[in-house]
């Protein structure tokens, strides 16, 4: 789908079929990082992969970075900068350079700064990753001077020094945070009084901080998006994971995330999820994992997916309208896997073959999205037709029916009733209905 506000420097991001994320996390310390890598060894598989983009990491969870910053977070054992390596790789190979960077997790700054650490609901300081022994990170309050202080002096030495086209953040979803500063503007949105103690034992208090909290983030990532487009303004953002609704959608020059494989085998998840960025206006992407292993039980080993399979959820994402982003790890010293390329080069041949159908066409637009819980931030992969915040699908034969131009119907309610529960969700008498979408949605 071509949306109107894209400029034609980002609308190549729509005409992308194939984009490739590589794993190489800067989380662990004890071996060398980036020694492996070399432009011969690297550049004729990017190109080769005929990519819209390459997408490196530039800042982890853990707050290491792949390139020496003026704050000292660099990786201890760091190789090689790795943003200014992939700048070559990618200007050599024909490609874009998108960048993956932590948002609101971040452990170095978590550990120099204690006071900008997000408080959970006990108010106790919100750590992460604990089940890893080489790693750990903190949700970091954007109401701190996180962003003055660390993450807008990355942004400037990353776009100086080897001007990407874009950045995907990752880890916005540590949140919601209550700290005093939190607590302080949640009073002035809310008007809400009285001792926070009582005021968070309230009924209504889950919901309406929910509304504060994506409110929050939603500016959060307007500040964030605006500083990338100052430092470039052909560069390209998007807040990976988090799949905010339509009225949060101005940050996002495309959606994108990393959630429906590997560690769910499920692809319907995927296809749902597809079809709701469809309903967006905006160029889509999933990250599918050549790897198969489970996030909740890092204990098991985990395995290489077979070409076949790859292939098979390329064309699930491809045909419910999105990108293919595919994702790989490299080797520890961060070559790139010819085993993996290979296959990669296979599934992208794959799609070549189909790209006449999938570029430049939208999935069929009878699709009617139902969130009656404005109160829940995103519709997540997998919850989808059971869940609580969206229904997907067709809805035949009942009360909604999104019209054939539409592209997609939304509705949103206030009730935070659930009215559907399958593929088509005929009655829905919940009421307090406000529908949005560029054409007029056609009721039935
Ligand atoms: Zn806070």
Sequence with gaps: MQSGRLSNAKSWLNNSMMNLLIDYYPEIQFRPYGTGCTLDNTVPWIRDLDLGYVCIYAKGHSGYTTWKSALGTH??????DMPA??????????CRLILYYSGMLDGIAGLRHPDWIMRDFEDKPKSFFGEFRSFFSYGICPRSRYWEDWVSVHLKELFSSCDPDGIWVDGDWAGPCFCPRCQEAFRKATRWDGRWEEMKRRPDFVQEHSRFWLQTEHEWRMRFSAEVRRLKPDAVYSAGNVSPRREFAGPFDWRSGDFFSPGSFNLAPMAQMMRWYATL???ADAY????????????????TKTAQRMMQEAATVASAGGRVGYWTYPQ??????????RKAIAVRRFLKEREHLFLSSMPVAWTGIVSTDDSVQRFIGGEGIQGRAACFGKA??????????????ELFGRSPR?????????????GGWRLTGEAAPVLT
Excluded: N, Q
């Design 75 to 80: 990786h201890r054992m760091l190789g090689r």
């Design 85 to 94: 390596f992939f700048r070559e790789v990618a200007s050599r190979a024909g």
């Design 281 to 283: 206006d905006l160029p």
């Design 288 to 303: 599918i994992c050549d790897t198969s292993f489970t996030h909740a039980r890092k204990h098991v080993r985990s395995r």
């Design 332 to 341: 520890g010293d961060g070559a790139l896997m010819p085993s993996r390329m």
């Design 396 to 409: 035949e034969g009942g009360r909604i029916r999104a019209g054939r131009d539409s592209g997609g119907l």
């Design 418 to 430: 659930v009215c559907g529960s399958s593929f088509s969700y005929p009655r829905c008498d919940c």
